[in-house]
């Protein structure tokens, strides 16, 4: 199950799921693809790491994050509007309360080919279940090409381009994309992927028990 996190509800989950989801991004991005970003105590971090912040986490047995992405409300200052905003030609910039940012999308590459595609899916999953939830209309987003493609088309999800592949400072190409968030995107992508069952907890699971 993906853990739906952020500062408010941090305390509902078992251990450190937010300290675990910058751990696994410690390993992904700085050692594993050796981004220079900041970093504090094996922990990768930015600026949007804040408390508008929300991080979609998947967690095993042990409580070690395995798969992570962050949610990151248009109305602020954001990403892709503030560092990326020459990726998006084809539209203009989204500011809305109905509009999320998607980012930092991480999976522990030690684990299996399948487990890791399982993952992938259970977030991809968690987008539509959490923006539905939310009252989303639509997640943005900036991926390497072939991310966009193994991540979200291969699960059943057609996004819309908002521009054309362009270089990266470090010279790999990205593309920034629309994501459309519905009911039937999410029955399209649980088709897909078969995952019928409800994948997201936000937090609220155990506030329940305890109230009973």
Known sequence: MIEFVTVENVNQFPE??????????????IERQQWDVPNYGEMEFDQYDNP????????????TARGVSRF???TLPYMLEQLFSR????RDIPKSSRVWEGSRFCIDQTL????????????VVGYLETGLRHGIEGIVGLMYPAYWRS??????????YMGEVTL??????ARAAWLPVSESVLAKVRKTTGIHE??????????????A
């Open 87 to 90: 990726f998006v030609t084809d």
């Open 52 to 63: 508008a912040a929300k991080y979609l986490v998947y967690r095993d047995e042990n409580h």
């Open 16 to 29: 450190n799921a937010l300290a675990g989801q910058h751990r696994l991004r410690y390993r992904s991005i």
């Open 112 to 123: 299996a080919p399948q487990t890791r595609k399982r993952i992938a899916q259970e977030i």
């Open 198 to 211: 409800t994948i997201v907890n936000f937090g609220d699971i155990d506030v329940k028990a305890l109230a």
């Open 168 to 173: 990266l400072d470090d010279g790999n190409k």
């Open 72 to 74: 990151y409300p248009t």
């Open 151 to 160: 991540l979200f088309i291969s699960s059943g999800w057609d996004i819309a």
